[in-house]
């Protein structure tokens, strides 16, 4: 890494949590993410989800032909991942790992997000062969560490989910490589700082730089909204030293979420924070805020790599002290997406 006080020059950083959807949108938004990433994640909530090695394989296939009609110099990877559900075969996920495309396998609990709804009912009561054989092959459980219970108060469910699903799933399976997706809370940045075993978690720029008084700031502001929710101060402070510890255990996960305007500013809005275009900006201001631009480049380019057991970026991208302003929308399929933060100013800007 070369850091001087006005440029920085890391690896090339992956993203390892992002959604692209498909058909049009997909296209209008998979340049967003090559032109900051050598890789990514892909999630795979879509409609109907993918929880076949055939169906990510078509899907990659979308990607790659999405890529190549819209941004045919980048030089970008998909890593794909099946959608688990209560009947997941096993097999399943032997063909998955022997693909060599798929790289993980996403527990969405019923209702959390976005397209969960055919996600699982009961972990252990229902998916124990499977996390079995995931075990076995060193497949990673990607996990959205929310519960779904009512009676558990919003701002509740990653702590309570530490509780009810983790505790026992590390139990039963000790050497389960599991991911913590989207963290945002000083309970679960704790957990995974401190839990035996191969995990591991993702953090967003948007629970790094914002508490949940963004929602509310002026108004209810339906960009900010996403899942999980943002959270106290405290927490995204514990977050932010999360991010900068040297455990290697945290890297950069967007959670970016392409939904068009009129989804999110309606009476029951979609959630999702969309910030593919603008990724790397945030995360160096975050990092810039409390003086540790040192520690971007293990966050967004080297944790990530180790955790997978995939190599590291050849690749260079370079970040220059710069204003950035946040573009007020952008193109999306015939409509238009409104970028996290529009019409606000940055401090970094990633050089072409």
Not at 64 to 92: G, H, I, Q, R, W
Not at 95 to 109: D, F, M, N
């Amino acid at each position: 890494m070369t850091n001087t006080v006005d440029q920085l020059t890391i690896q090339k950083p992956d993203d390892w949590h992002l959604h692209l959807r498909d058909g049009a949108v997909l296209e209008s938004v998979v340049g967003h993410t090559a032109a900051q990433f050598g890789r990514a994640i892909i999630m795979p909530n879509l409609t109907p989800p993918v929880t076949t090695t055939a169906l990510a394989q078509a899907y990659r296939e979308r990607i790659v032909a999405a890529l190549n009609k819209t941004t045919p110099d980048a030089k970008f990877e998909p890593l794909m991942t099946l959608y688990l559900t209560d009947n997941t075969d096993s097999d399943e996920i032997r063909r998955a790992k022997e693909s060599g495309i798929v790289h993980g396998v996403k527990l969405y609990p019923a209702g959390a997000t976005t397209n969960s709804d055919a996600g699982v009912t009961d972990l252990l009561g229902r998916c124990t062969k499977v996390l079995e054989v995931m075990q076995e092959v060193g497949m990673p459980l990607l996990v959205h560490g929310e519960v779904t219970d009512p009676s558990i108060d919003l701002f509740d469910r990653e702590a309570v989910f530490i509780d009810r699903v983790m505790l026992p799933l590390r139990r039963a399976f000790p050497a389960l490589k599991v991911v913590f997706e989207h963290l945002t809370t000083a309970d679960g940045a704790a957990y995974v700082s401190e839990a035996e075993g191969p995990i591991a978690a993702t953090i967003t720029a948007h629970h790094l730089l914002y508490n949940r008084n963004a929602l509310f700031q002026g108004g209810l502001r339906p960009h900010w909204y996403c899942l999980p929710v943002l959270k106290r101060e405290r927490h995204r402070q514990a977050l932010l030293q999360a991010a900068v510890s040297t455990s290697g255990r945290f890297f950069l996960g967007t959670d970016s979420a392409p939904h068009a305007r009129g989804r999110k500013e309606q009476d029951c809005g979609c959630a999702g924070c969309y910030t593919a275009l603008h990724a790397m900006e945030l995360y160096a201001t975050a990092f810039d805020q409390i003086g540790r631009l040192d520690q971007l480049e293990a966050f967004a380019s080297l944790n990530g790599p180790a955790f997978y057991g995939l190599p590291v970026n050849s690749a260079t991208l370079t970040l220059k002290r710069a204003e950035y302003v946040v573009p007020d929308q952008l193109p999306l399929a015939g409509e238009e997406v409104v970028p996290l933060a529009n019409g606000t100013t940055l401090g970094w800007v990633v050089q072409p």
